[in-house]
């Protein structure tokens, strides 16, 4: 796993699995009428247009002028870790203000805890480290244990959450 020096600090936000514009999220996951437009407010309602935002992959399916449309309507610094439905080029993303994150992406919290950012769980998790992930949504899934948090939208009121909130129940 790469350790690399963090760029996010006290107004990183975090998510997962917006999949804008795929057309059977909807259906697959039972997300409310309106999900897109719910999750485009509440994006923007949290996040201030200086704030970092972490998405772990999944951000869109569709167009590519799709994408470019609602890229500007999103508030934050976006950090993208691709997840299986992010299929575009690396200069694609980039010509957006994208800025492009390996998967898996490690750093060491202020607090002492190991922090894995990925798409997928990971799974076996090697001892002493912490995984934040997406991808599972809100299916049901053999529970992976206290050491793993699923920031799929879905399992978080279709919104951001910023770094610290997620993390105040373990610490």
């Known amino acids: 796993m790469n350790e690399i020096a963090s760029p ?3 107004s990183t936000w975090v998510i997962a699995d917006t ?3 795929h057309a059977n999220i909807g259906e697959y996951c039972s997300r409310p009428d309106g999900w897109q ?4 407010e509440n994006w ?12 772990l992959g999944d951000l869109v399916l569709g167009k590519k002028e799709d994408t470019e449309a ?13 997840g299986n439905h992010d299929r575009r080029g690396v200069a694609f993303y980039q010509s957006l203000g994208i800025t492009l ?30 995984n934040l992930h997406g991808h599972i949504h809100n299916n049901p899934t053999p529970k992976l ?9 879905e399992v ?16």
């Open 44 to 55: 923007n309602r949290f996040i201030q247009p200086d704030d970092t935002v972490f998405h």
């Open 156 to 171: 978080r009121g279709y919104r951001p959450w910023r770094l610290e909130e997620i993390l105040a129940p373990i610490l």
């Open 8 to 10: 996010f600090g006290d």
């Open 101 to 130: 994150v390996k998967d898996p992406y490690s750093m060491d919290h202020a607090s002492g805890l190991h922090l894995v950012f990925s798409h997928r769980p990971i799974v076996p998790l090697p001892p002493g480290m912490f």
């Open 19 to 21: 999949h804008f514009f």
């Open 145 to 153: 244990g206290p050491c793993y948090v699923n920031l799929s939208i």
């Open 37 to 40: 437009e719910l999750i485009i």
């Open 70 to 82: 609602l890229l500007p309507l999103l508030n934050g610094k976006l950090y993208l870790m691709r």
